[in-house]
């Protein structure tokens, strides 16, 4: 079973490759990358005036599964993914049971063995319960397939519990991704602290919050020399001082969510609980600030915090909705739109920090079309134009801030080791797409 890729633009940033030509298949493998390839028995898949890119990475999600699967199961959430162009997420361990041992590791990993196709990679917990007091079991979390560590969702609030889990993790080569929150100086706090806050009487989140735990946790990452991933930076400060670590060679990785890049706090100023969440929107100057940081490469990934919710977790009183958006399927038209289009970043470096980044930094053998790499490929249409639809999502989570806006570049067409599992439109054989020109 051969697959013939004709005449796309490929970009890819893990062979600095961003050029016309055609990519072969065959089986779940690229055996060719090159102009004019001729192969007479393959599928061809017409790919002209497309992007064709390896299978995006995505960090950062929420797949909520065991126990809030009303909210999202793995396999909702690996067919929005792959409706969203990735090829591989990594999930968080905010579930119920937590994944804090190797039985729940082993029971995500035979749930995603049985879905759609999407690489899940699990993350387990850095505490016991997500509870900040006891370091879980994580060498055996790493003998069941754990990519890294955290309690996102939560911070650790006890540096001594911090410091030991980066010793820890370290030894295991094991990134800690840190959700970055000082939980005393959040406190009952729903927006960003400033003008929303003022304007709505909601009560705010400062962003020394996040920047007090990032600079801690910077400081620990520097005494232990573990592998630390700063999650979903919202502020501009924590740009700062990972810029400033950076300087001074301390290991540190960092992402950003496209709602942080895209949207400012002004959306709250309706109560859209669409829009509520942790780290909150923030100030125009943070997301010129969290841009300029992916600009200049001080944060490495674009991670969605694709955090599903219900109608019934949403739409009730803002103080009692629950925190998250449904991003992974708007991502690439969210980053496409924003930063691409706007000027900001160029295609290669959007796409380095949707492929390779996060796979380096998870220590997978992802986000490249190398020669002889898995068949993970994703295709992209950059010029289509299209209203976001939440009621269309394929996640259960229609939680978004972003429906009804129009957004410019999708993803078409998502092949993962070798096989479609998701086309616009629904064809599955026999490939047909068009330009939108
Ligand atoms: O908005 C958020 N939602 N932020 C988090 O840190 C957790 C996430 C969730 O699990 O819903
Ligand atoms: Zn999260």
Request: charge should be neutral; charged fraction near 25%; include cysteine.
């Amino acid at each position: 079973m051969k697959t013939l890729i004709k005449n796309g633009r490929v970009v890819d940033p893990s062979q600095d490759i961003d050029e016309v030509m055609d990519v072969l298949i065959e089986k779940d493998k690229v055996v060719a990358l090159g102009r004019d390839l001729r192969v007479y028995d393959a599928r061809i898949i017409d790919a002209a005036g497309m992007l064709v890119t390896p299978g995006l990475v995505d960090m950062h999600v929420h797949l909520r599964e065991p126990g809030y699967e009303y909210k999202e199961d793995i396999q909702s959430g690996t067919r929005a993914a792959a409706a969203g162009g990735f090829t591989s997420v990594a999930c968080m361990p905010n579930t119920n049971p937590v994944a804090d041992n190797k039985i729940v590791i082993e029971y995500i990993k035979s749930r995603a063995a049985r879905g759609c196709g999407v690489n899940v990679y699990p993350i387990g917990a850095i505490t016991k319960g997500l509870e900040g007091r006891e370091l879980a079991s994580i060498g055996g979390m790493k003998k069941a397939g754990i990519v890294g560590i955290s309690d996102d969702g939560k911070p650790v609030m006890n540096a001594r519990i911090m410091e030991n889990a980066l010793r820890y993790a370290a030894m295991f080569d094991l990134p800690v991704i840190s959700h970055c929150e000082d939980s005393n100086l959040t406190e009952g706090g729903m927006v960003n602290d400033g003008l929303v806050s003022t304007i709505t009487g909601l009560k705010g989140i400062p962003s020394e919050a996040e920047t007090v735990m990032a600079s801690r946790d910077i400081l620990l990452a520097r005494r232990t020399k573990g592998r630390l991933h700063i999650a979903h930076v919202s502020a501009a400060m924590t740009v700062e001082v990972i810029r400033w670590a950076r300087e001074i060679g301390i290991y540190v990785t960092a992402e950003a969510a496209p709602h942080h890049f895209s949207l400012t706090e002004d959306v709250l100023r309706d109560f859209n609980t669409n829009a509520k969440v942790n780290p909150p929107l923030r100030s125009k100057a943070d997301v010129e600030a969290v841009i300029q940081g992916l600009k200049e490469g001080i944060i490495d990934v674009i991670a969605t915090d694709h955090a599903p919710h219900a109608l019934d977790d949403k739409d009730v009183e803002f103080d009692r909705a629950d925190f998250g958006i449904s991003g992974i399927e708007t991502a690439v038209a969210v980053t496409l739109t924003y930063l691409v289009d706007a000027g900001k970043l160029s295609l290669k470096q959007a796409v380095e920090k949707l492929t390779i980044n996060p796979a380096k930094i998870l220590g997978i053998d992802r986000g490249t079309l190398r020669k002889g790499a898995i068949a993970d490929v994703t295709i992209i249409d950059p010029r289509l134009k299209k209203k976001v639809d939440a009621s269309a999502f394929l996640s259960k989570g229609k939680n978004t801030p972003f429906d009804g806006m129009e957004l410019k570049g999708w993803p078409v067409l998502t092949i993962a080791a070798g096989k479609v599992i998701w086309c616009a439109g629904g064809l599955k054989e026999d490939v047909k797409i068009h330009a939108a020109v």
